[in-house]
């Protein structure tokens, strides 16, 4: 099975270019004022269509948004999946699926072994989950803080369950990340960028370098 990898908060048609060069699978944008890689819907359109003619999925990631502003990001940059990084319900998450026609990731945060029990709800009705860390204390974000969880967390849960791994992941750290959790899919933001919100090509292309050798050398995966 192919290595879902997912470069995301991309903000220029360098770090598009960056993620496509390296073999990215999908690209992610995010729709969140007070994160430093916040983008304006109509720039993340022309962000997604060169992401598309490239060959990468395109993740639109809101925190809580409302049907208005999901429906703008919907309609103008066109997104292949929803990314739902707040605090939304099995409910709320099955009415946005249903509203979009969208296939839906819908992010957990993760801390410990108990944390994993929070996909129960979602099961059915995400059609993916995104493990990320639990923000530090006082963060503003939900998301994108760079820390990471105790990937050994993982081993516990059931294979059935679809979801790409996230949190402090980065060109370092990514092969142990794989071979500790065999994920199929894995997210990164902040570990391939010289400041908050600044990404680093060369970092990109490093990540994606690590992560493919890493899963070839795993090799098993059918
Ligand atoms: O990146 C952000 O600023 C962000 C803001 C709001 C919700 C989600 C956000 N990012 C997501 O978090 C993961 C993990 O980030 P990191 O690699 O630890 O920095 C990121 O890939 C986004 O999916």
């Known amino acids: ?44 359109a022309a962000l997604a269509r060169r992401a598309r003619a490239g060959g990468a999925k395109t993740v639109a990631v809101t925190v809580d948004a409302d049907d208005a502003f999901i429906e703008s990001i919907v309609t103008l ?10 605090g939304e319900s099995r409910d709320r998450v099955r009415e946005i699926r249903e509203r979009h026609g969208l296939p839906v990731m819908k992010a957990l945060a993760i801390r410990e072994a108990a944390d994993l029990a929070k996909c129960v709800p979602y099961l059915g009705v995400a059609d993916r989950f995104l493990f990320d860390a639990r923000p530090p204390d006082g963060s503003d974000l939900p998301g994108g803080n760079g820390v990471s969880f105790d990937w050994q967390l993982l081993a516990t849960l059931d294979d059935g369950i679809d979801y790409m791994l996230s949190g402090g992941l980065d060109p370092e750290n990514v092969a142990e990340a794989l071979a500790v959790t065999g994920a199929r899919g894995l997210d990164v933001s902040s570990g391939v960028e010289s400041a908050p919100g600044v990404k680093d090509i060369n970092r990109i292309a490093a990540f994606l370098k690590a992560a493919r050798a890493a899963d070839a050398r795993n090799g098993s995966r059918t």
Do not use: W, Y
């Not at 991309?10 to 007070?34: M, N, S």
């Not at 940059?77 to 707040?86: N, W």
């Open 1 to 44: 099975m192919t290595l879902d990898i997912k470069i995301c908060g991309l903000k220029t048609p360098e770090a598009i270019d960056a993620a496509l060069d390296g073999g990215a699978t999908h690209v992610g944008f995010i729709f969140f004022l007070k994160s430093p890689r916040n983008v304006d819907v109509e720039t993340a």
């Open 77 to 86: 940059a066109k997104p292949d999946m929803l990314q739902l990084h707040g």
